[in-house]
T-cell receptor, first 110, second 114 residues
Framework: TQLLEQSPQFLSIQEGENLTVYCNSSSVFSSLQWYRQEPGEGPVLLVTVVTGGEVKKLKRLTFQFGDARKDSSLHITAAQTGDTGLYLCAGAYNFNKFYFGSGTKLNVKP | DAGITQSPRHKVTETGTPVTLRCHQTENHRYMYWYRQDPGHGLRLIHYSYGVKDTDKGEVSDGYSVSRSKTEDFLLTLESATSSQTSVYFC?????????????FGQGTRLTVV
């Protein structure tokens, strides 16, 4: 059983479109992180959200942490081909472990 | 880039043989982690370490053991490899477990058990 469920699993869109990726859990996390992974590489951190209801923006990417700290979303505005990759959410659990979601594989077509 | 080196990067081994994967860091971070990544499952925690000789199990620890005799090295051993352990293995490090701590990942080891 996955502690963190991500949806959708796969997303293929045209350049310029908007998209939202979701990360849901029944557990409460002290923080939640979003990572992006390219083929053949390890994940790289995009953002950390800590406070319930927090919203963070990173250029065209907007991250939100749910009020109850059980879920999060990643919204990309005007997607570009360079956004293609695997997006992973990770929750800090019991203050000494990171648990990851199953990931959303995004393909942005030119 | 964080100084994390995984070795080997690729390995093919036979069922029933022992295999050891190595993670070496130059950042002097206290916490080290081993994950496996499989399609549809994302990254799953195998074992982690919170200091020299201090380790604990993750969610998929069966069939794996770890050792950390020095701050910079974290070894993952498959005592008797099985086909179900074919996967990509990632090592990660973090400085602390405060809520805004980043985990830095190695480039991964692709292990195939035939």
């Amino acid at each position: 059983t996955q502690l963190l469920e991500q949806s959708p699993q796969f997303l293929s869109i045209q350049e310029g479109e908007n998209l939202t990726v979701y990360c849901n859990s029944s557990s409460v996390f002290s923080s939640l992180q979003w990572y992006r992974q390219e083929p053949g590489e390890g994940p790289v951190l995009l953002v950390t959200v800590v406070t319930g209801g927090e919203v963070k923006k990173l250029k065209r990417l907007t991250f939100q942490f749910g009020d109850a700290r059980k879920d999060s979303s990643l919204h990309i505005t005007a997607a570009q081909t360079g956004d293609t990759g695997l997006y992973l959410c990770a929750g800090a659990y019991n203050f000494n472990k990171f648990y990851f979601g199953s990931g959303t594989k995004l393909n942005v077509k030119p | 880039d964080a100084g994390i080196t995984q070795s080997p990067r690729h390995k093919v081994t036979e069922t029933g043989t022992p295999v050891t994967l190595r993670c070496h860091q130059t950042e002097n971070h206290r916490y080290m982690y081993w994950y496996r990544q499989d399609p549809g499952h994302g990254l799953r925690l195998i074992h982690y370490s919170y200091g020299v000789k201090d380790t604990d199990k993750g969610e998929v620890s069966d069939g794996y053991s770890v050792s950390r005799s020095k701050t910079e090295d974290f070894l993952l051993t498959l005592e008797s490899a099985t086909s179900s352990q074919t996967s990509v293995y990632f090592c990660a490090i973090s400085e602390s477990v405060q809520s805004n701590t980043e985990a830095f990942f190695g480039q991964g080891t692709r292990l195939t058990v035939v």
